[in-house]
Nanobody
Framework: VQLQASGGGLVQTGGSLRLSCEASRRTFNLGAMGWFRQAPGNDREFVAA????????YYTDSIEGRFTISGDSAKKRVYLQMNSLKPEDTAIYYC???????????????????WGQGTLVTVSS
C-alpha cells in the first residue's frame, strides 16, 4: 500500500489547512487510517485516526476540538481538517494506515506498517 499525502503549507496562527491522503489500494475496510506528526527535534507523535469499522475517531489531547479527521473508505482517502492552528502545530505530518491495528493500539506508531512521505505544515506566529 502506498500513501500519497497533500495539503501542507504555510499558514498564520489561527488559520486553517486541510490535509488529504489517498491509499493506493483498500485494506479491506479493516484497521485504521490516520496521521502522525514530527516537529524538529521531537519524536513522531500521534495526531488523529479513523477506525474504519464503526467510523470511530481518535485524537491526541493537544488538538482535540481544533482538528477533525474524516474519511471515505470507498475512495481510500482520509482527511484532516485543521483549524485554529498554532505555531506548536508546525511539523511534518505523516499519513498512516494498517489493516490490523487494533483500536487499543491506534495511537501507537509501531503498529502501522504503511507510512506516506509526509507533508510539511508551518504555522507562523
Amino acid at each position: 500500500v502506498q500513501l500519497q499525502a497533500s495539503g501542507g503549507g504555510l499558514v498564520q496562527t489561527g488559520g486553517s489547512l486541510r490535509l488529504s491522503c489517498e491509499a493506493s489500494r483498500r485494506t479491506f475496510n479493516l484497521g485504521a487510517m490516520g496521521w502522525f506528526r514530527q516537529a524538529p527535534g521531537n519524536d513522531r507523535e500521534f495526531v488523529a485516526a479513523l477506525a474504519w469499522r464503526g467510523s470511530f475517531t481518535y485524537y491526541t489531547d493537544s488538538i482535540e476540538g481544533r482538528f477533525t479527521i474524516s474519511g471515505d473508505s470507498a475512495k481510500k482517502r482520509v482527511y484532516l481538517q485543521m483549524n485554529s492552528l498554532k505555531p506548536e502545530d508546525t511539523a511534518i505530518y505523516y499519513c498512516v494506515t494498517d489493516p490490523y491495528v487494533a483500536r487499543g493500539d491506534i495511537d501507537a506508531k509501531g503498529k502501522y506498517d504503511y507510512w506516506g512521505q509526509g507533508t510539511l505544515v508551518t504555522v507562523s506566529s
